[in-house]
């Protein structure tokens, strides 16, 4: 069966990143109607961590859910916007790991840049994230002379290389996945988004 995305890009205007996971976990899953809605999953704690100096920043007390509204003001204040690489998937298994969706329909990621004309980075949240940005920068990509100018080559986790979508060079950082399956503690992930947010939003 294939599953149509079920949230709207969020594109605050004056939005300096991108940030780009895979596609939403079944709703089943979900704590709130927003980008990375699994309890389980630890991005919003990252970010607490990152910005407040407190993992349990955007948690909601007393419930095993996230604060929704706290998140839109922040992300919103702060310039960051959220989406995914696929419009559409299949699962291949009843759960939420990126191993086993197939991308059906990928997001065109240049339409979303052209709505967000300050943006001047994206950072993809995992491997399948990273692998469908790359290819669709490799095969759409006029202006570049090689695969490795078109994007085609995804840098490594924790790094960042130079992407030509459409004509637009944007930054692109590869940060570790937020997902507790990946071998990685909550603090060292932390670090790393660390880095990135420094660069992206120097003080």
């Given at each position: 069966?294939?599953e ?7 594109l ?26 699994n309890?389980?999953n ?5 970010v ?5 100096g ?36 299949r ?6 790991s990126?191993?086993?969706l197939?991308?059906?329909?990928p ?11 300050h943006?001047?980075?994206i ?28 994007g085609?080559v ?8 130079q ?10 950082y ?10 990685l ?9 660390q880095k990135?947010f420094s ?5």
């Amino acid at each position: 069966m294939i599953e149509p995305h079920p949230l709207q890009p969020f594109l605050p205007h004056d939005a300096r990143l991108l940030m780009l996971g895979s596609f939403p976990p079944q709703q089943k899953r979900w704590s709130m109607e927003f980008y990375y809605p699994n309890w389980t999953n630890d991005m919003w704690r990252i970010v607490g961590q990152v910005f407040f100096g407190d993992k349990h920043h955007f948690e909601l007390p007393g419930c095993k859910a996230f604060n929704k509204e706290l998140l839109i003001a922040f992300l919103t204040r702060q310039g960051i916007a959220l989406y995914d690489t696929a419009t559409a998937v299949r699962r291949l298994r009843d759960n939420a790991s990126d191993k086993y969706l197939e991308v059906v329909t990928p997001t065109d990621i240049p339409s979303l840049l052209a709505r967000l004309p300050h943006c001047q980075a994206i950072v993809t949240t995992g491997e399948k994230a990273t692998q469908t940005l790359c290819h669709q920068a490799a095969t759409s990509s006029q202006a570049a002379t090689s695969q490795q100018a078109a994007g085609a080559v995804p840098p490594p986790v924790g790094g960042s290389t130079q992407l030509n979508l459409g004509g637009r060079i944007i930054t692109l950082y590869r940060m570790p996945s937020s997902s507790r399956a990946y071998p990685l503690s909550l603090e060292k992930k932390a670090e790393a988004y660390q880095k990135m947010f420094s660069e992206v939003f120097p003080q």
